[in-house]
């Protein structure tokens, strides 16, 4: 407000005219995070984008240098010798191993969060064990187990190991699962005359069932990309991160890249099916 003279000596008081906010500056401490966010974008992609493009190169003996495009590797993706034969094992390792680790594991879960007993602590220790203990441990110990037996080395190792550092994944997001759910719906089912059996299967189990899809989704990525367990316990039995190890000295062949250009797509599209599926089932309990 401002004091102004009018004709007649009086005093008067004129709005002063108000400046338009300033936008506030952009300090170099808040480009920090979304520059750092970016670069690891980046850094996350890379490889990525590099299996992706190496996949369409016309390449000759070796794959380490860009020769030109061809649609013929994504036409003939078992084309380089036992890269599908490779892939099918992993397939089969991976869909073995997570049936075995996801049933144990999920009755490990309930028991761990629903019973007492003695050792359940210690029970709870021994589970964390195989996800901190390193790799290059757990693949050498398992070696030396397997040959102190004298279990010859091939499939049934593999998938013997990949179920034992599995299951612990298995049990703690599974864990998270059942220790969310409310007692009271069991007891409930049992006021109905709901047996035990009849109260897990109708009542518990359904509630389970996001926890058991994603320790599973989980439980499978873990067994189908490993190599360090994998290459100690496998002998002669080939994997596909295996064969993509030994095939990088000279140039991954570009199916191997196909392979795992597909999976990616694959892993991305499930990733994206999820996150519609949650949006629309959350948009209908919000409208109703």
């Known amino acids: 407000m401002t004091a102004v003279l009018d004709r007649a000596g009086e005093s008067t008081t004129v709005p002063t005219p108000e400046r338009p906010p300033r936008r506030p500056r952009r300090r170099l401490g808040d480009m920090i995070v979304p520059v750092f966010a970016a670069l690891a974008f980046v850094y996350l992609l890379v490889p990525v984008a590099y299996t992706v493009v190496f996949s369409f190169n016309d390449a000759g003996k070796t794959n380490l240098v860009w020769q030109g495009f061809t ?29 075995i680790a996801t049933a144990l594991g999920t009755l490990v879960a309930i028991a761990l969060v629903r019973f007492r007993f003695r050792g359940r602590a210690s029970t709870n220790l021994l589970i964390f064990l195989p996800m901190s203990t390193p790799e290059v441990v757990l693949g050498a110990a398992l070696l030396a187990q397997f040959l102190t037996v004298r279990v010859p080395l091939g499939f049934g190792t593999v998938v013997a190991a990949h179920v034992l550092f599995c299951i612990s994944f298995v049990v703690v997001t599974v864990k998270a699962r059942v220790a969310s759910l409310d007692p009271a719906l069991e007891e409930a089912a049992a006021d109905l005359y ?31 990309d490993d190599f360090i367990v994998t290459n100690f316990t496998s002998g002669s039995y080939t994997t596909f991160p295996k ?7 000279r140039g991954i062949p570009p199916q191997a890249n196909v392979i795992s250009s597909f999976m990616f797509v694959l892993a991305l599209a499930i990733v994206v099916l999820v996150q519609v599926l949650g949006y629309a089932r959350g948009k209908r309990l919000r409208t109703r």
């Open 71 to 99: 649609l013929a590797n994504w036409q003939n993706p078992c084309g380089a010798p036992q890269v599908c034969e490779a892939f099918a094992n992993s397939l089969q390792v991976g869909v073995v191993s997570t049936l």
């Open 243 to 249: 064969f993509v190890y030994v095939s990088a000295t």
């Open 194 to 224: 709901a047996s035990p059996w009849q109260a897990f299967w109708r009542v518990t189990f359904p509630l389970l069932i996001p926890g058991i899809a994603a320790a599973a989704l989980l439980a499978f990525s873990l067994s189908f």
